[in-house]
């Protein structure tokens, strides 16, 4: 017999057994709602499902932002045992429409403010026979107040630890879609080790998340770390959020833990905001892209925040390396966090030695199952225990971690390999860059150079002459991007990876 356990009672339940059902879980656009709020939710959610049909392991995709409809239908599937599968609501329907019927779901729900894309999305997945808005019932969906008084079982399925709990999707910088598939043990999994163990999370923390909940890194921010420990999650559902709006919440909301992505952080501080702003914030943490020193050192200067930078996948459900309270070091993405273990190897997976790069594994208790109908990658991504994460770094003499770029994107000038990662930090030292990107393109002789792509800060107009001379004292000459070009922004993913291929096609 396989011991019970159903992660959406494991979040939610036990706080009201334990008598704080009246502690905030959740506030957003300027509401509260309890843990026993929650709850009710959940279970109205888990009732309409059920009322629908929707049996365990049965997939339900959601299209949903940051909201309580989000919070309620995501752990309402899991309390009966189906499959939520979140994903970008900010997608074209049409690229929606590929990644649900990736996932054979019947049932989408949607978000009222997304419901444009409907149309698109159904064309492309003809397996959808019922649509739930978080707005109002009509011919072509089912509304949120007629979907959750549908049903009266809102009861936990009998589920354990291994049964499948959640896909999310994956695309990195890419553009390849793939579906992670993981089981309920995954969530606490990530509670215990980075939450538990670097953030040191309690009940009275205050979390806010400018990354978003379809994501890994908002999934764990928003909903699976506050709720762990009965803490409060901010969730904003504007997307994509600006520093403005942020600060409003930061100054109103007080966050305790905030959560953001390098080039966010780099927008904060090239705005004008109060440099009292983020006095609540005990730490701030960075995933999605490595956070360059300079980013690091000017923000702590200026808001007194420490930063812990760090690097997670979807594959593991959140941060796996990470910088920590109690050992941090600017440039880096730290040490392995408690319970994960790393290796940086060679071509023939042999550990290297300290300062040579190489590919970064990891094994640790989150790691997914595989990916859904992927199994050629599957193969080649999950080795026994170890993933292969597609990182290149290289580790020093105390453990910490640097990161020199995906695998993928490193290029090879002169017969010397060049990180982009390296010579971006570089690029954004310079007090008139907000953003940079490094990619290889073939000159007119077919030689591969680096070529910088800048987003300058607002108002600066920095010269290639300036430019090249800022890198001439910094990098040596192979290193140097040979070419400039100003663009107004980057391509990036919805959690803020930049988009190489992307630029390589301009």
């Keep these: 017999m396989h011991e019970h356990f159903n992660v959406s009672e494991w979040l ?38 059920r009322a629908l049909g929707v049996r365990c392991e049965e997939r339900v995709a959601m299209v949903m932002l940051d909201s309580v409809e989000f919070v309620a239908m995501f752990l309402g599937a899991l309390r009966i045992g189906a499959v939520p599968v979140p994903m970008n609501p900010l997608l074209p329907g049409r690229d929606l429409g590929v990644i649900v019927a990736d996932s ?15 149309a698109e999305l159904r064309a492309g997945a003809h397996e959808v026979e019922v649509v739930i808005s978080s707005g109002v019932s009509s011919d072509a969906q089912l509304g949120w107040v007629d979907f959750i008084g549908a049903g009266s079982d ?47 999370i309690a009940a009275d923390d205050i979390c806010f998340s400018v990354g978003p909940m379809f994501h890994a890194y908002g999934l764990g921010n928003s909903l699976t770390f506050p709720f762990s420990v009965g ?21 109103s909301e007080r966050p305790t833990l905030f959560f ?27 995933a999605a892209e ?30 796996y390396l990470s910088n920590a309270p109690t050992g941090f070091r600017a440039g880096t993405s730290g040490r392995a966090v408690p319970g994960y273990e790393v290796r940086v190897v060679d071509e023939s997976d042999n550990d290297q030695s300290v300062d040579v790069p190489g590919q970064l594994l990891v094994r640790g208790p989150s790691v997914a199952t595989g990916y ?57 030292e310079h007090p008139d860059v907000l953003e940079a990107a490094i990619v290889g393109l073939p000159d007119d002789q077919n030689v591969t150079r680096p070529v910088a792509f800048v987003v300058a800060i607002g108002g600066a107009t920095p010269s290639v ?42």
């Design 12 to 49: 939610v339940d036990r706080h009201i057994e334990a008598g704080n059902g009246d502690r905030i879980a959740i506030r957003s656009e300027g509401e509260s709602f309890t843990y026993a709020e929650i709850l009710g939710r959940v279970e109205a959610a888990a009732a309409g499902l």
């Design 104 to 118: 054979r779901a019947r049932v989408v729900a949607i978000s009222a403010a997304r419901e444009q894309s409907l």
């Design 154 to 200: 809102g009861s936990v399925a009998a589920t354990w630890a291994e049964s499948p709990g959640f896909w999310l999707c994956t695309s990195g910088s890419t553009g390849q879609p793939k579906l992670a598939m993981h089981r309920h043990a995954d969530i606490p999994a990530t509670c215990e080790t980075y939450a538990n163990q670097v953030l040191g």
């Design 231 to 251: 803490a409060t999650a901010v969730l904003e559902p504007t997307r994509p959020p600006t520093p403005q709006l942020v600060v409003d919440i930061v100054t």
């Design 260 to 286: 953001c992505i390098p080039t966010f952080y780099a927008a904060l501080l090239a705005s004008d905001v109060a440099d009292d702003t983020f006095s609540s914030v005990r730490f701030g943490v960075s």
């Design 290 to 319: 490595a956070l360059p020193t300079e980013t690091f050192e000017r923000f702590r200067k200026r808001f007194g925040v420490t930063i812990l930078d760090g690097i997670g996948s979807t594959e593991q459900l959140h941060i």
């Design 372 to 428: 859904w109908c992927r199994s050629d990658t599957t193969r080649a991504t999950f080795e026994g225990e170890w993933m292969r994460t597609g990182d290149l770094y290289a580790v020093d003499t105390d453990g910490f971690h640097t990161y020199l770029g995906r695998v993928d994107d490193m290029l090879r000038v002169g017969g010397e390999w060049v990180s982009p990662a390296e010579v971006e930090g570089v690029l954004i």
């Design 465 to 506: 002459d300036d430019l090249t001379e800022h890198c001439r004292s910094r990098l040596a000459g192979y290193k140097r991007p040979k070419v400039y070009r100003m663009v107004n922004e980057l391509p990036k993913t919805a959690t803020g990876k930049i988009q190489r291929f992307k630029l390589r096609a301009l």
